[in-house]
């Protein structure tokens, strides 16, 4: 079995949650978010090593954390994160080069902690060659954007789709699309946008509607109703 080893991205500070801590650690039915994160990776039997992306001064809280409600076996490094979230991607992805065990490696946001097993899987068994695989899905509603001159148009919403994350490639590529001159000079808000610079393919398959990235008060509400609608979202001795 390949597994994926993973970069779980935790060191934003989250300005648009208007909380006075990282909301990695607020929590959802007193469990916090970045554990419900860490603990759901852990689980998957196709999940390798874990290497959590933080601040440097929160690192001791992230380990107290995991002491306090359970360990995480897989957990393998705690790596300083940089300015930008791409800066925070490529500090993770040197570290995987130097300790990968597996052939694949995924990122993604620790503010996502609903995922299903099964997107997981979805993801490793449809990446191929050089592609990225990355999880989406369809907007339902109407799109307009603002023009230059004030004025908005709609958008066609058939050819548009919202990105999640994780996002999964082959190790085999973090030297050509992430540390090499070119990528170092752009700043792009995920690993996809970084294969379509190198030119490089983007596999899109689908992906969930819980799995949503908490970012806001409101997004706590709609997490603890996920959490009592969908069973399987919840952690085992837990919730």
């Not at 946001?109 to 299903?116: E, V």
Request: proline letters at 3%; hydrophobic letters at 40%; aromatic letters at 6%.
């Amino acid at each position: 079995m390949n597994k994926a080893d993973v970069i779980v991205l935790a060191a934003g500070k989250g300005a648009r949650m208007m909380a006075d801590t990282n909301k990695m650690f607020l929590s959802i039915k007193n469990v916090p978010i970045l554990y419900r994160t860490l603990f759901r990776l852990n689980q998957h039997a196709r999940i390798g090593q874990i290497f959590v992306v933080c601040r440097e001064e929160e690192k001791r809280i992230i380990k107290e954390m995991v002491k306090k409600h359970g360990p995480i076996e897989k957990l393998s490094q705690y790596i300083s994160g940089g300015k930008e979230r791409c800066d925070s991607v490529r500090n993770g992805l040197m570290a995987v080069l130097q300790n990968a065990e597996g052939k694949l490696v995924m990122t993604h946001d620790g503010a996502r902690p609903f995922f299903s097993m099964g997107l997981i899987d979805r993801l490793i068994d449809s990446i191929k060659d050089e592609k990225i695989s990355i999880p989406v899905i369809g907007i339902s509603e109407t799109l307009r954007r603002m023009r230059k001159n004030g004025r908005t148009e709609v958008v066609d919403r058939q050819s548009t789709y919202l990105v999640q994350t994780p996002q999964l490639f082959s190790t085999e590529m973090i030297p050509s699309c992430f540390l090499s001159n070119r990528s170092r000079n752009q700043i792009l808000t995920d690993e996809a946008s970084y294969f379509e610079a190198a030119g490089k393919e983007v596999v899109m398959i689908n992906g969930e509607k819980w799995n949503i990235k908490i970012t806001t008060p409101e997004d706590i509400e709609w997490a603890e109703c996920l959490l009592n609608r969908y069973p399987d979202l919840r952690l085992k001795n837990l919730d």
